[in-house]
């Protein structure tokens, strides 16, 4: 597959003409990231725009005491990160590290604000995504504040579900090489917290592991634990 070809299935340049594609695709360069490897660190200069190829790529931010608090997680090819740079030019405000080997397309702040002027699809695309980064944020915020963590967790199997779910014989897979500390640390939640609720849905017979991926069997229950 071309990028050309790559870029048409994506949800940024969904709607961007072939000719406008054409122009964009001198401006993207290949990066390629080892599994652990660091992407960009909090703190550092944000002037580039990542767009997943393959991979995956975790978002987290450093607590005071040190500890890491994961933001969100990024596995589909298309999805984007580091959009802020692309409209503050402000230093990073998180780091992102590959959980696996990665491949990413990237460009620079001034040429992707140059395409944006050019080809209104593009920035139509690009002012969605902020929006639904926001409204993600948004109900992050909610969940930590007022659920407790059989609950959050529920909800945040849910949406990876959404988001990164293969259906199989025996139910959803997330496909997502997630521990529990990854989990833990999206829902701002001790590791031995997460333990004891991913042992109880698996009692319930809510969800399963399999090779280290988590299964979803039961979507009804999860919806109603979060509903409680």
């Known amino acids: 597959m071309n990028d050309v070809d790559f870029l048409q299935q994506t949800q940024?340049?969904?709607?961007?003409?072939?000719?406008?594609?054409?122009?964009?695709?001198?401006?993207?360069?290949?990066?390629?990231?080892?599994?652990?490897?660091?992407i960009f660190r909090e703190g550092d200069p944000?002037?580039?725009?990542?767009?997943?190829?393959?991979?995956?790529?975790?978002?987290?931010?450093?607590?005071?005491?040190?500890?890491?608090?994961?933001?969100?997680?990024?596995?589909?090819?298309?999805?984007?990160?580091?959009?802020?740079?692309?409209?503050?030019?402000?230093?990073r405000s998180a780091t992102a590290v590959a959980l696996e080997e990665t491949l990413l397309l990237t460009i620079e702040r001034e040429r992707f604000r140059r395409h944006l002027c050019q080809a209104p699809p593009l920035a139509l695309n690009f002012m969605q995504e902020l929006s639904l980064k926001l409204r993600y944020n948004t109900r992050q915020m909610d969940s930590l504040a007022n659920l407790p963590v059989p609950q959050r967790l529920a909800r945040k199997l849910m949406e990876?579900?959404?988001?990164?779910?293969?259906?199989?014989?025996?139910?959803?897979r997330i496909d997502l090489t997630l521990t529990q500390t990854d989990l833990a640390s999206l829902i701002g939640a001790a590791r031995e917290s997460i333990n004891k609720s991913l042992r109880d849905f698996r009692r319930r017979r809510w969800i399963q592991i399999q090779d280290g991926y988590i299964v979803i069997l039961d979507p009804e229950a999860l919806r109603a634990q979060v509903s409680l």
């Open 160 to 172: 990876l579900a959404q988001s990164y779910g293969r259906a199989e014989a025996e139910g959803v």
């Open 46 to 91: 944000g002037q580039v725009l990542y767009l997943i190829q393959s991979g995956q790529v975790r978002i987290y931010v450093n607590g005071l005491d040190g500890s890491e608090t994961s933001v969100i997680l990024f596995g589909r090819p298309g999805e984007i990160f580091g959009e802020l740079a692309v409209v503050d030019g402000l230093p």
């Open 12 to 38: 940024l340049f969904a709607g961007v003409s072939e000719m406008q594609l054409q122009k964009i695709v001198p401006d993207i360069v290949r990066r390629h990231f080892r599994q652990g490897e660091v």
